[in-house]
C-alpha cells in the first residue's frame, strides 16, 4: 500500500536536508506543499519536478480527499514551509486520515526550529513544554501566559516576527521578572 511520508524540509540553511528526503521527494508521485512559493525554491535548488498541490490552513478541508485519492495510486510526501510538518500547521488533519484510510505513514526526519532553538539557549530542557503559536491578540496571548505562569519546565512557543514586540511585552506581564526569555530566529 502507497505510504505518506512526513518529510521534513530545511529550516533556513538549503543544506540542511537529507539524502532520503531528496529521494523520497523525487519519487513520489505528489507533493502535498503547505505554500507552493516556499516550497519552489528547495524543489528547484535540487531539480525536483514532482507535481506538488497546496495544502494548508485555508484549503486543508477540500484538499484531504483528494491528496487520499493520489495516495491510492502512489507515494504522497507532505512538506511544510520549513522544519517538520504536522508541528504548528495542519499537517496532523492528512496524517490521522491517512492513518484512518489503512495508509502507512512514515517520517523522514530532520531539521525542526523548536529543537534548534532549544540546544542554542543554553537552558536546560530535559523536559519542555511546546505551546504552538501565541494567539493573534493581546488579551488571548496574555490569557494563554498567564496559564504558564507557574509552569516549572522551559516553554517554547512560536511568534511572527511582526508581532514579537507585542508578544515579549505579554510575556514579560505574564510571567514576572525572574523569568528567563530567549529569543531564537535564523537557527541555521
Do not use: W
Not at 35 to 60: G, M
Not at 76 to 93: F, K, N
Not at 116 to 142: D, H, I, K, N
Not at 168 to 183: E, H, T, W, Y
Amino acid at each position: 500500500m502507497p505510504t505518506l511520508y512526513i518529510v521534513s524540509t530545511p529550516i533556513g540553511n538549503l543544506e540542511d536536508i537529507s539524502l532520503r528526503a531528496l529521494r523520497v521527494l523525487r519519487e513520489a508521485r505528489l507533493i502535498a506543499v503547505e505554500d507552493t512559493r516556499h516550497a519552489r525554491v528547495i524543489l528547484q535548488h535540487y531539480q525536483i519536478t514532482t507535481p506538488t498541490v497546496a495544502y494548508h490552513e485555508h484549503n486543508k478541508d477540500e484538499r484531504v480527499s483528494a491528496i487520499l485519492v493520489a495516495l491510492e495510486q502512489g507515494d504522497v510526501a507532505l512538506i511544510s514551509d520549513a522544519g517538520t510538518p504536522g508541528l504548528s500547521d495542519p499537517g496532523y488533519e492528512l496524517i490521522s486520515a491517512a492513518l484512518d484510510a489503512g495508509h502507512d505513514v512514515t517520517a523522514v526526519p530532520g531539521a525542526s526550529a523548536l529543537l534548534a532553538a532549544l540546544v542554542v539557549s543554553g537552558v536546560p530542557f530535559a523536559q519542555f513544554t511546546y505551546v504552538g503559536f501565541a494567539p493573534r491578540r493581546s488579551s488571548e496571548r496574555q490569557k494563554r501566559f498567564a496559564a504558564l505562569a507557574d509552569e516549572p519546565r522551559p516553554v517554547v512557543l512560536y511568534e511572527a516576527p511582526h508581532r514579537l514586540h507585542a508578544c515579549l511585552v505579554d510575556l514579560a506581564k505574564a510571567l514576572g521578572p525572574d523569568r528567563q526569555i530567549v529569543v531564537a530566529r535564523e537557527l541555521t
